[in-house]
């Protein structure tokens, strides 16, 4: 598949995530910030990093990015989409997610190999895992706590669509949340970085891969 | 010419960990008695012309869109008074 990366001002992780794409197979794009369409990509990743120096909030002015029209339109025409960490923030802050992440509780930028729990192995991009399934990935954020109220959290396990769980709470998410899906479960969004453990050679191991093989497997809602 | 604060303010159920940091610095500096600290944002916008109310409206859009995220924050809208000519 073709899968498009886009980079903002203050994307960090938009060359992993492309090398990341590359490694499952697939051919990666670089999709710029200003741009209006997605280049005939087939799916999409919102990369990691401070878009925006963070300014306001995480996310917030990414999200009316000229290119992000484009991504929100694909998004609901059941486009695969990726977001990681300042990637999830975004698209928390553009309501193709609910709830939003805010500073961690103990106040600390955390930088870690953190173990997960995939819960949802039917969604676009974590096909290639079983569910219950544990996975150990990085996670580097300031502000990766997930909040929302009650009634959306009660939702999101009712249907399913927590793909994530942290095993251990290491930033104060609610419910331990580390990734939610939409209802079509096209979107996904993922604190913890899966585009930096796909390869022996750094982080720590290759568990992240299936977030990137995931892709097009079984004709699984390509576009 | 007018200028329209908005408040932005951690809705009282969201966790504020630089509103924790601030309470925890004051006993530290001798300041007793401080039983909470939320820590938000001020907005100062200078709105050009007069301000009816259409244009007031618009600020409220501004505040739910941009300058507040609704999931978290709450936000409050005033209008400060004109500055006087030649203050």
Not at chain 1, 149 to 161: H, N, V
Not at chain 2, 56 to 85: C, F, G, K
Request: with cysteine; charged share 20%; hydrophobic share 45%.
């Amino acid at each position: 598949m073709k899968v498009g990366v886009i980079t903002f001002p203050g994307s960090l992780d938009d060359v992993d995530a492309r090398r990341a794409a590359r490694v499952a197979g697939h051919e990666a794009v670089a999709v710029w910030h200003g741009d209006d369409t997605l280049s005939g990509v087939d799916a999409v990743i919102l990369p990691g990093g401070f878009s925006y120096g963070d300014y306001l909030r995480c996310g917030a002015i990414a999200r009316f990015a000229p290119v992000m029209a484009a991504v929100v339109d694909a998004a609901k025409g059941g486009m695969p989409v990726l977001g990681i960490c300042n990637g999830f923030q975004i698209l928390c802050e553009s309501h193709l997610l609910p709830g939003a992440l805010i500073r961690n509780d103990h106040r600390k930028f955390g930088c870690l190999d953190q173990r997960l729990v995939i819960e949802n192995d039917r969604t676009a991009w974590t096909s290639s895992y079983d569910a219950g399934q544990e996975v150990t990935i990085v996670l580097k954020n300031g502000e990766g706590s997930f909040v929302a109220d009650e009634r959306t959290l009660d939702m999101l396990e009712a249907e399913g669509r927590v793909v994530a769980r942290y095993v251990g709470n290491p930033n104060g998410s609610q419910r331990a949340i580390a990734g939610v899906t939409n209802e079509a479960g096209n979107v996904v969004g993922l604190m913890p970085h899966p585009e930096h453990a796909i390869e022996d050679l750094c982080g720590p191991g290759t568990d992240g891969l299936g977030f990137f093989t995931s892709l097009g497997a079984a004709g699984l809602l390509s576009a | 010419m007018a200028r329209v604060v908005v408040d932005v303010m951690p809705k009282p159920e969201i966790l504020d960990p630089q509103g924790k940091a601030v309470l925890g610095a004051l006993p530290r500096l001798g300041f007793e008695g401080v039983t909470d600290v939320r820590q938000g944002k001020r907005f100062e916008l200078e709105i050009d012309g007069e301000l009816t109310p259409a244009r007031l409206a618009e600020v409220e859009q501004m505040a739910e869109t941009l300058l507040s995220n609704p999931v978290i924050e709450d936000y409050a809208v005033r209008v400060l008074a004109e500055p006087e000519v030649g203050a």
